[in-house]
């Protein structure tokens, strides 16, 4: 069967299974077995689907309709243009994500400086943002093992010096240990949240999604313990829900942080909210 023909009945079996991007999901997957990218597939369609990897392509397909991430079918997911492994260990990082990334970078000088990320998972954040700051001194931690583990093979893969530990939240830090940057992706969904059994989100780790009160209760307790670890003028920036705007914003206030605000993505959802010590 020629590439075009089995990509257009892979579209169908993905579309009817319920995918929202069917066609990008069959390119992708088809990408992969191919060792090739979306041009090629585009450029080469007319070509004959060779029998070995024609089996693993109808593998996946099957395995993505059954509702398996893309990103966990391929091992990969781009961020920031930086190629990342992925694993079912860590969140898959998401585009909206990228908000946080640009409104560190914004708090960053070109000098030097030091940047802590919390619950770094695949360390997507530090590692974006290493790649932009190269005289900053970028740190990752986050409580699980596996997930060290992926964000350091991905350190070595794009030659980022980031710093990754094992840690829950600030707890295996020095007394002494400060940042400039305090960033922030933690779990936010409230536990009743139907969205949960919904997409990709059923695949992926519910330590890493779902938080105590209504999803603020990480958010809170990373706020209310990195004033100390940040310097005067030092920022903290937490990704949040996109309805979470006033309740995260009230959160840093009550901590005593100043000059909080919140930032939006690129859908203009409220995303990112951020203060000052």
Do not use: C, K
């Not at 100043?258 to 995303?271: I, N, P």
Request: aromatic share 6%.
């Amino acid at each position: 069967m020629r590439i075009d023909a089995l990509l257009a009945r892979a579209t169908a079996r993905l579309a009817g299974a319920g995918s929202p991007s069917a066609r990008l999901d069959a390119e992708v997957l088809a990408g992969h077995v191919l060792g090739v990218d979306r041009t090629w597939l585009y450029t080469w369609g007319d070509r004959e689907f060779e029998s070995w990897p024609r089996a693993r392509f109808d593998a996946l397909v099957a395995a993505r309709a059954d509702g398996r991430p893309v990103a966990y079918l391929t091992g990969e997911r781009e961020f920031w243009g930086l190629s990342l492994e992925t694993a079912p260990s860590t969140l898959i990082p998401r585009p909206d994500t990228e908000t946080l990334v640009e409104t560190a970078l914004a708090r960053a000088s070109a000098g030097e400086g030091a940047l802590l990320d919390l619950g770094t998972g695949t360390g997507a954040i530090a590692l974006a943002f290493a790649s932009e700051r190269p005289g900053w001194r970028v740190e990752g931690i986050d409580l699980s093992e596996p997930a060290i583990a992926l964000a350091r093979r991905n350190a070595r893969r794009h030659d980022l010096a980031v710093r990754f530990r094992v840690s829950d939240w600030f707890g295996a830090l020095d007394e002494d240990e400060r940042f400039d940057l305090i960033v922030a992706n933690p779990p936010y969904i409230d536990a009743a949240d139907p969205h949960l059994a919904q997409g990709d989100v059923r695949f992926e780790p519910l330590s890493a999604l779902v938080a105590s009160e209504a999803g603020l209760g990480d958010l809170r307790r990373i706020a209310e313990a990195a004033l100390v670890r940040l310097p005067p003028g030092g920022t903290l920036l937490m990704e949040h829900g996109m309805s979470q705007g006033p309740e995260v914003r009230q959160i840093l206030v009550e901590a005593g942080f100043r000059d909080v605000e919140t930032r939006v993505d690129l859908g203009g959802r409220e995303r990112v909210t951020l203060g000052l010590r």
